[in-house]
T-cell receptor
């Protein structure tokens, strides 16, 4: 079975402070990990995927297979980063894509 | 804009009724996924279609069904609605390999 755990529901920081949103996963194979962001109950937007290893809006995330983690980090938070963040796992099988398993999500609040 | 469209945006109906939610995937995407987002359950995968065929099922109730048409758009049918079915229903689409791109969602309110 696959599972994604986001241990915190809310993270509140001041503008300019570093941010780390935690994500741990459980899966026996080689999953694909993603971070999605949702602003004010809008559509989910893809923020990062682990295989691309790129930085989007200043966010980065590294897959740590030993710790089964995929924490999202940003060195200096901005007010516009305030949103709901979801960590998600996909367990690709032969052929077409497979479903996403989401964590419960974390609300990031960046105060001025 | 991810290119995935969903109609209607909002739907208000009564218990016991039946509704149909529609999703149009991004051009070229063969896979369509349906998810339910509620306050208590979070984001839950319901069902996946790939090029017209059901590919995977998640936590989808028997009162719910879906299909994908030859033009690749998909419909999610919810019947015998209950108060607890009130939620945001998202559609996502993708092409191999991932990721999935989400539509704006349909907010269903069952009174």
């Amino acid at each position: 079975a696959q599972r994604v755990t986001q241990p915190e529901k809310l993270l509140s920081v001041f503008k300019g402070a570093p941010v780390e949103l935690k994500c741990n996963y459980s899966y026996s194979g080689s999953p694909e990990l993603f971070w999605y962001v949702q602003y004010s109950r809008q559509r989910l937007q893809l923020l990062l995927r682990h295989i691309s290893r790129e930085s989007i809006k200043g966010f980065t995330a590294d897959l740590n297979k030993g710790e089964t983690s995929f924490h999202l980090k940003k060195p200096f938070a901005q007010e516009e980063d305030s949103a709901m963040y979801y960590c998600a796992l996909s367990a690709p099988s032969t052929g077409a894509n497979s479903k996403l398993t989401f964590g419960k999500g974390i609300t990031l609040s960046v105060r001025p | 804009d991810s290119g995935v469209t969903q109609t209607p945006k909002h739907l208000i109906t009564a218990t016991g009724q039946r509704v149909t939610l529609r999703c149009s995937p991004r051009s070229g995407d063969l896979s369509v996924y349906w998810y339910q987002q509620s306050l208590d359950q979070g984001l839950q995968f319901l069902i996946q279609y790939y090029n017209g065929e059901e590919r995977a099922k998640g936590n989808i109730l028997e009162r719910f069904s879906a299909q994908q048409f030859p033009d690749l758009h998909s419909e999610l049918n919810l019947s015998s609605l209950e108060l607890g079915d009130s939620a945001l229903y998202f559609c996502a689409s993708s092409v191999d390999p991932s990721p999935q791109y989400f539509g704006p969602g349909t907010r269903l309110t069952v009174l």
